[in-house]
């Protein structure tokens, strides 16, 4: 993943975050050994992006991008309970392809910031297979793409559960907002507010004040 000295030179960044159907993405190996012709569902249901633009002053979030998207398949009990996104309500939502272009006009080339970050990697690479861009084994998006705010929590607070709740707790962040239900805009704006708090200079660690100085 890429580190706060890796975007010395870096203008924007674009937080991410999906929701997904609840189950595993199949691995390359076993996509082979199905029938072929077999039309896999999707993983993600809805993504939220949010730019993050440096200016004179630090980093500040700027223009919004959020779908949701039909799967083709079915959606965990589980997963619904967790962010409250039910089949009904993507009846007539598109598929990923049919969104596949706004998404890379929002993103560009620019560098992605997620929770977690491994998670957002391997469900964007099984969509991008699943339409053909890119061989279920092969990779559009990688460590080199991303900055991982749960990576960077690590430096601050070594051995704290690294769930996204537990950080903007830590980071005196509302996150009342997902008392109910997680949202990928929600989560990739807490993403945001996180890193310009990790990267701004100071975070409140219980009574003292620490920075990527004192590491």
Avoid at 4 to 24: H, K, M, N
Avoid at 123 to 143: H, T
Avoid at 205 to 210: E, L, N, P, W
Wanted: hydrophobic content about 40%; proline content about 4%.
């Amino acid at each position: 993943m890429l580190t706060l000295d890796d975007l010395s030179e870096v203008g924007r960044l674009v937080a991410i975050d999906a929701e997904t159907t609840g189950f595993r993405v199949p691995t390359a190996a076993e996509i082979k050994k199905m029938p072929k012709g077999l039309r896999l569902p999707g993983i993600m249901i809805e993504i939220g992006c949010i730019e993050l633009l440096r200016g004179e002053d630090g980093w500040k979030t700027g223009e919004s991008w959020h779908r949701r998207i039909q799967p083709g398949g079915p959606i965990g009990k589980a997963s619904i309970a967790v962010h409250g996104i039910t089949p009904a309500e993507l009846k007539d939502a598109p598929q990923f392809r049919d969104v596949l272009d706004e998404f890379e006009t929002f993103i560009g080339q620019d560098v992605l910031l997620a929770h977690s970050a491994e998670n957002e990697i391997e469900f964007l690479n099984f969509e991008y297979a699943r339409v053909g861009r890119c061989g279920f084994d092969e990779v559009i998006f990688s460590d080199s793409d991303f900055v991982c705010t749960q990576e960077l929590s690590r430096q601050f607070f070594p051995g704290v559960p690294g769930s996204l709740d537990v950080l903007c707790d830590r980071l005196w962040i509302d996150r009342s907002d997902r008392f109910e239900h997680h949202g990928a805009l929600l989560d990739a704006i807490l993403t945001a507010e996180a890193f310009m708090k990790m990267a701004g200079g100071f975070v409140q660690d219980d009574t003292r004040y620490v920075s990527f100085g004192d590491q």
